[in-house]
């Protein structure tokens, strides 16, 4: 009697045994295979694949820790497996939208981010990752219930709320997406502004001080007969001289941003 390594395919073997192999689902005269790829969060976010294979009326796990094939005592095991990953993953999600609400009221409350583009180039790359995950596995398992909805004893209620589970699970991932992108347009409207008043500012600064540059320059030439140089009180009449050019220029900057 063939065991099982030797009656599944090598190749389909090398997909069971890969970690990261995308979800799938294939039916062989002999065997059913499914592989479902769902996210995890480590300290890093990582892909796990679960496969199965269904022999006849046997229903087998590989355990990729231990490298073996683990038989299962019906289509329940795989359901309730299935059911407590499906649910890891939308607690996944779920702690991504948490920071990402934390990251919002920071950005509202108007303070300090400065690490505010690692947190969304770490977000947005996690949850770019997590929707072809949750995509593609949403429709491999489709595929699936709909090839066993028909077999004796097949929980199709329970396989179809996993799908949902995880059709959910990759709505909320892109709302989250869109949110992150709203916040990314409101971070930089908030720089520009920023960047927009320390220009003015500096512009303001610059019409004030470039005609007393003027003056001073003027009155520092190396040449005789300039004016006030005569005149004991000279650098007290210069410097009135300076301060009235100073008011005037002030003065004419509010006018105009009155008047614009």
């Given at each position: 009697?063939?065991?099982?390594?030797?009656?599944i395919?090598?190749?389909?073997?090398l997909?069971?045994?890969?970690?990261t192999?995308?979800s799938m689902?294939?039916?062989?005269?002999?065997?059913?295979?499914?592989?479902?790829?769902?996210p995890h969060?480590?300290?890093?976010l990582?892909?796990n694949a679960?496969?199965?294979?269904f022999?006849?009326r046997?229903y087998?796990?590989?355990?990729s820790?231990?490298?073996?094939?683990?038989e299962l005592?019906?289509?329940?095991?795989v359901?309730?497996?299935?059911?407590?990953?499906t649910?890891?993953?939308?607690k996944?999600v779920?702690s991504?939208?948490?920071?990402?609400?934390?990251?919002?009221e920071r950005?509202?409350?108007?303070?300090?981010f400065?690490?505010?583009?690692?947190?969304?180039?770490?977000?947005k790359?996690?949850?770019?990752?997590?929707?072809?995950?949750?995509?593609?596995?949403?429709e491999v398992l489709?595929?699936?219930?709909?090839?066993?909805?028909?077999?004796?004893?097949f929980?199709?209620?329970?396989?179809?709320d996993?799908?949902?589970?995880?059709?959910?699970?990759?709505?909320s991932?892109?709302l989250a997406?869109?949110?992150?992108?709203n916040l990314y347009?409101?971070?930089t409207?908030?720089?520009?502004?920023r960047?927009?008043?320390?220009?003015?500012?500096?512009?303001?600064?610059?019409?004030?001080?470039l005609p007393?540059?003027?003056?001073?320059g003027?009155?520092g030439?190396?040449t005789?007969?300039l004016?006030f140089?005569?005149?004991?009180s000279?650098?007290?009449?210069?410097?009135?001289?300076?301060?009235?050019?100073?008011?005037?220029?002030?003065?004419l900057?509010f006018?105009?941003?009155?008047?614009?």
């Amino acid at each position: 009697m063939q065991t099982l390594y030797e009656k599944i395919d090598r190749f389909y073997l090398l997909d069971i045994k890969n970690p990261t192999h995308p979800s799938m689902f294939v039916e062989e005269a002999a065997y059913d295979i499914l592989i479902v790829t769902l996210p995890h969060k480590d300290k890093e976010l990582i892909v796990n694949a679960h496969a199965f294979v269904f022999d006849d009326r046997h229903y087998y796990r590989y355990d990729s820790v231990q490298s073996v094939f683990l038989e299962l005592v019906s289509m329940e095991e795989v359901y309730a497996y299935l059911n407590e990953k499906t649910n890891e993953t939308m607690k996944l999600v779920a702690s991504i939208h948490e920071s990402i609400d934390w990251m919002e009221e920071r950005l509202y409350e108007n303070k300090s981010f400065t690490e505010f583009m690692h947190y969304w180039l770490t977000y947005k790359k996690d949850l770019a990752r997590i929707v072809r995950l949750l995509t593609l596995a949403t429709e491999v398992l489709e595929t699936f219930v709909q090839s066993y909805i028909q077999e004796e004893g097949f929980l199709a209620t329970h396989f179809n709320d996993i799908h949902e589970h995880l059709s959910r699970t990759n709505r909320s991932a892109l709302l989250a997406i869109d949110k992150l992108g709203n916040l990314y347009t409101f971070y930089t409207s908030r720089n520009n502004e920023r960047m927009n008043k320390t220009i003015y500012f500096l512009t303001i600064l610059s019409a004030i001080f470039l005609p007393l540059n003027l003056v001073v320059g003027y009155f520092g030439m190396n040449t005789q007969n300039l004016p006030f140089s005569t005149i004991a009180s000279g650098s007290e009449k210069v410097t009135v001289l300076l301060g009235l050019c100073a008011g005037v220029m002030i003065g004419l900057i509010f006018y105009l941003r009155r008047k614009l």
